[in-house]
């Protein structure tokens, strides 16, 4: 009988709305198998934008790190746990969708965080790998302290967002660099509109129900791919200047750099062959 109560409370948090978060798009309304359409849909925007910046950064990463590519391999899988949960509001689709971007988010600690902003115990840069292992320690603990409480694991994971802002900050204050200033402050637009479109539709549906616009909680999805498109850009062209200063990195804007909207990217001037050797 224990393992009958097993196996059906396994099969529990599989089942279609399972999830205690139902978010403000009216369920079942385009399809008998997709509990929240737009949602789902929009959730393929990760599809588009995570290839396209594979590509782009890759010669920075080539250079630097082919680690950095984990990211956007990561955000894939967050598009994937994205558009699962939504089609669903299953339990076990809420823990995937939160956990892949906490498990990206710690990635982009342990490959970007700045040494001069690292713990005193570990500022040496022999000891960046130990950083890095910190970073994945908490992550794992994060991971399992996430199944006690889970309808506060989406705000939990929205402060990071804060701890980029002041990081940013710290980092823009000695940068002279127009395009490298100029990306940051579109990095953070991007991000405090995708932010407030997932405020607004967590705390504002019944208004946004009355005006029979409920699909924020989709533009979400959209502003925060490229927010991290975005930011994750500047923190390489950044880490690119002090890591490898030698290949002269310069930001530019995918498919034309006239143009005022784009994709950022770094383009690298220099190569291992002007790096001084001793």
């Not at 990760?46 to 590519?69: D, G, Q, T």
């Not at 395009?179 to 997932?198: M, N, P, T």
């Not at 705390?203 to 129900?209: E, K, P, T």
């Amino acid at each position: 009988m224990g393992g009958m109560y097993s196996i059906e409370k396994m099969s529990r948090v599989f089942s279609y709305q399972s999830s205690d978060i139902d978010w403000c798009e009216d369920n079942y309304q385009h399809s008998e198998n997709v509990v929240e359409f737009f949602n789902t849909m929009s959730s393929f925007f990760f599809f588009i934008v995570s290839p396209l910046m594979l590509y782009l950064l890759h010669p920075y990463a080539k250079e630097r790190n082919l680690a950095v590519h984990m990211v956007w391999v990561m955000m894939i899988f967050v598009g994937i746990f994205s558009a699962y949960f939504h089609m669903t509001l299953s339990f076990v689709g809420q823990m995937l969708d939160e956990l892949s971007i906490l498990w990206v988010i710690a990635v982009g600690y342990a490959l970007w965080f700045p040494r001069k902003l690292f713990p005193s115990f570990i500022k040496d840069r022999r000891y960046t790998f130990c950083f890095s292992k910190l970073v994945m320690i908490l992550t794992v603990v994060t991971t399992l302290v996430s199944f006690v409480k889970p309808t506060a694991n989406a705000y939990a994971l929205n402060c990071f967002g804060l701890h980029f802002l002041y990081t940013l900050a710290i980092e823009m204050r000695s940068c002279t660099d127009r395009r490298a200033l100029r990306l940051a402050k579109l990095s953070v637009g991007l991000w405090v509109l995708a932010i407030s479109c997932w405020i607004s539709d967590r705390f504002g549906c019944s208004f946004w129900q009355k005006l029979n616009f409920c699909y924020l909680h989709s533009l979400w999805h959209i502003f925060i791919v490229m927010a991290v498109a975005y930011a994750t850009t500047l923190i390489a062209y950044l880490d690119a200047n002090y890591e490898i200063p030698y290949s002269l990195p310069g930001l530019q804007y995918w498919p034309c750099d006239k143009w005022p909207v784009g994709v950022p990217h770094i383009v690298l001037k220099g190569t291992t062959k002007t790096h001084k050797r001793c």
